[in-house]
């Protein structure tokens, strides 16, 4: 897709990698809604990002767990522009904690940020890709979506729920001409793991998994709106991680269970 002048949607877009995926569509002159709980945070980066050229950056205070609030994001947006072009579903939380030590209430509040937010922007946003035959949708998952991790499986378990929804409605939408990216980030250099729903885990690991700044993370999103592909992303080290997985699962448990 020519990002020129087109409207990119982001939620979870005050911190981590949506503040750094919003800052590197601003290379582009674009227009950015850019959704976040925290006002002073995202008043900020709109603020920024409106010093760019040829960029227009609306910053909108919603939850992505309030179906009420996305409907609310999605009208402001197209008021604003409209238009939505590219919706990336960014907003996440994260959970840790091993089986047998479940927190079932913070696990299912989890799941209506991960999953269920962001099945609800999507039907939100379909409507207008719909009338215009012409959309992206940019999933937000993560390699712990494809290869599950110790400790966190009530995380693991969120995004390989959105993958499957991912592969669902790619197939669903094609004749509407929206296209979905499913993109897939490894261990990223933000406050995330500071904001867990509970946690630190109590498996301990011996190895140190290999870290990725989220400017890097969000050029590659950007590159992803491009270039559209059916998967993406980062690193090369994160798609070897999840082909390894794949081909020799048994031998990833090894690993996994001594690291």
């Known amino acids: 897709m020519n990002l020129d002048h087109k409207t990119?949607?982001?939620?979870?877009?005050?911190?981590?990698?949506?503040?750094?995926t919003a800052r590197a569509f601003a290379a582009y002159p674009v227009n950015l809604a850019l959704l976040a709980r925290s006002q002073p945070l995202i008043d900020d980066l709109a603020a920024e990002l409106n010093q760019r050229p040829g960029v227009q950056a609306l910053p909108i205070v919603a939850d992505v767990s309030r179906r009420e609030d996305i409907e609310a994001a999605v009208a402001q947006t197209l008021d604003a522009f409209g238009q939505i072009d590219i919706l990336v579903n960014n907003a996440g939380v994260g959970m840790s904690s091993p089986v047998g030590e479940i927190d079932y209430e913070k696990g299912r509040a989890l799941f209506d940020v991960n999953f269920w937010g962001a099945l609800m922007m999507t039907e939100a946003v379909l409507p207008s890709m719909r009338e215009r035959k012409d959309g992206l949708i940019i999933n937000i998952s993560s390699i712990v979506g494809r290869r599950a991790m110790p400790g966190i499986s009530v995380?693991?378990?969120?995004?390989?729920?959105?993958?499957?929804?991912?592969?669902?409605?790619?197939?669903?939408?094609?004749?509407?001409?929206?296209?979905?990216?499913?993109?897939?980030?490894?261990?990223?250099?933000?406050?995330?793991?500071?904001?867990?729903?509970?946690?630190?885990?109590s498996v301990k690991g011996k190895g140190r998994a290999k870290v990725t700044s989220a400017e890097d993370v969000g050029?590659?999103?950007?590159?992803?709106?491009?270039?559209?592909?059916?998967?993406?992303?980062?690193?090369?080290?994160?798609?070897?991680?999840?082909?390894?997985?794949?081909?020799?699962p048994w031998l990833m448990d090894r690993m996994l269970a001594r690291y």
């Open 219 to 248: 050029k590659a999103i950007v590159k992803a709106a491009i270039k559209e592909p059916r998967d993406a992303y980062p690193t090369l080290f994160d798609r070897v991680f999840v082909w390894a997985s794949t081909l020799a």
């Open 8 to 20: 990119i949607l982001i939620t979870g877009a005050s911190q981590g990698i949506g503040a750094a």
């Open 155 to 201: 995380y693991c378990a969120s995004k390989f729920a959105l993958n499957a929804f991912s592969e669902s409605i790619r197939v669903e939408l094609k004749p509407d001409n929206v296209r979905v990216v499913s993109f897939y980030p490894g261990v990223t250099a933000t406050n995330f793991g500071d904001n867990l729903l509970t946690g630190p885990t």
